[in-house]
């Protein structure tokens, strides 16, 4: 179990890290023992951080919906990390890529609520009915804590990516926002385009079967800390493409079809 002095230690250098644009060693290469609720302690621990410097939290996100992704990682259910104001760009211009580390860029769908969700029970059907509408978005997922292990490249662990913010750094909406019963949101897909070509391809349905399952899993997730998912809050609902390497001048364009397009470019 991990003191409450290292807990906070670890949270102050992933805040540097970011800061500094220099990436950390795998937390669980030191704590083999680590354990996910470890992970969300850090997570929260640099959360204070960040609150302490004015940062305001404007949704969550919930990563690790495939089925694919979760067995890579040996666990049985998605994870999540909140969604901070100035993680947010605007669609159709430049994205500094100073910002990051190691960008990477996913596909994924908004759910804008215009009611609260507080667990526990809470099903797909509470989420559609407190869902204003659903947008198209683009995750930027980064890597405060390295990837890869620089020396033996092993992986690193869902502890180390939950701790991590949940590999969070940027988000873009756009496209055209449709009410969530107007269309049967599994169905929704996409093309992700980097420089002009085809990277990526893949279907809503690819999140838990329904993306608003992973929005229902996460308001009853958070329910025992006594916490809830507010009326305006924008929850990422998870990828359904293999996050796409980003460098400085790339060109990212995402087609929704009927939802429309996201553009931009890393500067």
Do not use: C
Not at 69 to 77: G, H, V, Y
Not at 85 to 101: C, L, T, Y
Not at 135 to 159: G, L, S, W, Y
Request: proline share 6%; hydrophobic share 45%.
């Amino acid at each position: 179990m991990l003191a409450e002095h290292v807990i906070q230690e670890l949270a102050n250098k992933l805040h540097q890290a970011e800061k500094n644009r220099t990436p950390l060693r795998h937390f669980s290469k030191d704590y083999p023992l680590m354990t996910i609720e470890e992970g969300y302690q850090i997570q929260r621990a640099w959360l204070a951080i960040k609150l302490a410097e004015g940062r305001v939290i404007r949704g969550r996100k919930i990563g690790l919906t495939s089925r694919a992704m979760q067995l890579s990682s040996q666990i049985t259910e998605p994870d999540y990390a909140p969604l901070l104001d100035d993680m947010f760009f605007e669609q159709g211009g430049d994205i500094p890529v100073a910002r990051f580390i190691a960008p990477r860029v996913e596909v994924e769908l908004a759910f804008i609520l215009g009611k609260p969700l507080k667990g526990p029970d809470i099903s797909l059907f509470d989420v559609l009915a407190a869902t204003d509408y659903v947008t198209p978005a683009i995750e930027i997922i980064d890597a405060r804590i390295e990837q890869f292990d620089r020396d033996t490249k092993a992986p690193r662990k869902v502890t180390d990516t939950i701790s991590d913010f949940a590999a969070n750094a940027g988000i873009v909406l756009g496209g055209a926002p449709v009410r969530p019963h107007d269309l049967d949101l599994r169905w929704v897909g996409a093309m992700l385009f980097k420089n002009g070509v085809i990277e990526e391809t893949g279907l809503a349905a690819g999140v838990l079967n329904h993306p608003a399952i992973g929005v229902a899993w996460l308001a009853n997730k958070i329910a025992p800390y006594g916490e809830q998912l507010n009326a305006g809050d924008i929850v990422l609902a998870g990828s359904f493409t293999r996050p796409v390497a980003a460098s400085a001048g790339d060109t990212f364009q995402a087609d929704y079809g009927r939802l429309g397009q996201i553009a931009f470019r890393f500067a």
